[in-house]
T-cell receptor
């Protein structure tokens, strides 16, 4: 089975621009979470979506938004980019519904550089 | 709030040495605990997990035991290989409704032959 996929792999944007990152979960997984990993740090939780509804939100400004589609894929949008938004953005999927569902499987990430 | 503290790295070992990476946590209730590994240029891979006190998670020669009395989940391996060189993250899932993983800052392991 295919793992979590993310696109694009790398992205370079200018301050003030907007960016959209995409994620496709593992087949059968209905939950998608987004994390930001700044260089040298552990991932920080941004959002979780389950069945197309937001189920959790981390301590990030309103410039960050996300949505989940009927096929359970997801997009993360960041507006008015700042230099500090430069990071690896990770998507994780999980099945939910059983104990095993709490395991989150991560994609390879999208490396965003803001100049 | 909930948090995870890992020993700072880098940890530098020779092949076949014994590895310990310390991890302690602060959380209300009874979180599930995880170790993830990140190889250079890649995303995170789940290494092992434990969901209740005294559980031992194990995978690929790595082990960690959920110690509620010391709020710890230390990662161990008896004989490391060069291919184990990576960044290791300890994490907890505090809410069984399945929301956010809370990660430590990561510990870089470098193994030389």
């Amino acid at each position: 089975d295919a793992g979590v996929t993310q696109s694009p792999t790398h992205l370079i944007k200018t301050r003030g621009q907007q960016v959209t990152l995409r994620c496709s979960p593992i087949s059968g997984h209905k939950s998608v979470s987004w994390y930001q990993q700044v260089l040298g740090q552990g991932p920080q939780f941004i959002f979780q979506y389950y069945e197309k509804e937001e189920r959790g939100r981390g301590n990030f400004p309103d410039r960050f938004s996300a949505r989940q589609f009927p096929n359970y894929s997801s997009e993360l949008n960041v507006n008015a980019l700042l230099l500090g938004d430069s990071a690896l953005y990770l998507c994780a999927s999980s099945r939910r519904g059983t104990e095993a569902s709490y395991e989150q499987y991560f994609g390879p990430g999208t490396r965003l550089t803001v100049t | 709030g909930d948090s995870v503290t890992q020993m700072e790295g880098p940890v530098t070992l020779s092949e076949e040495a014994f590895l310990t990476i310390n991890c302690t946590y602060t959380a209300t209730g009874y979180p599930s605990l995880f170790w993830y590994v990140q190889y250079p240029g890649e995303g995170l891979q789940l290494l092992l997990k434990a969901t209740k006190a005294d559980d031992k998670g194990s995978n690929k020669g790595f082990e960690a035991t959920y110690r509620k009395e010391t709020t710890s989940f230390h990662l161990e391996k008896g004989s490391v290989q060069v291919s184990d060189s990576a960044v290791y993250f300890c994490a907890l899932l505090a809410n069984q409704a399945g929301t956010a993983l809370i990660f430590g800052k990561g510990t870089t392991l470098s193994v030389s032959s």
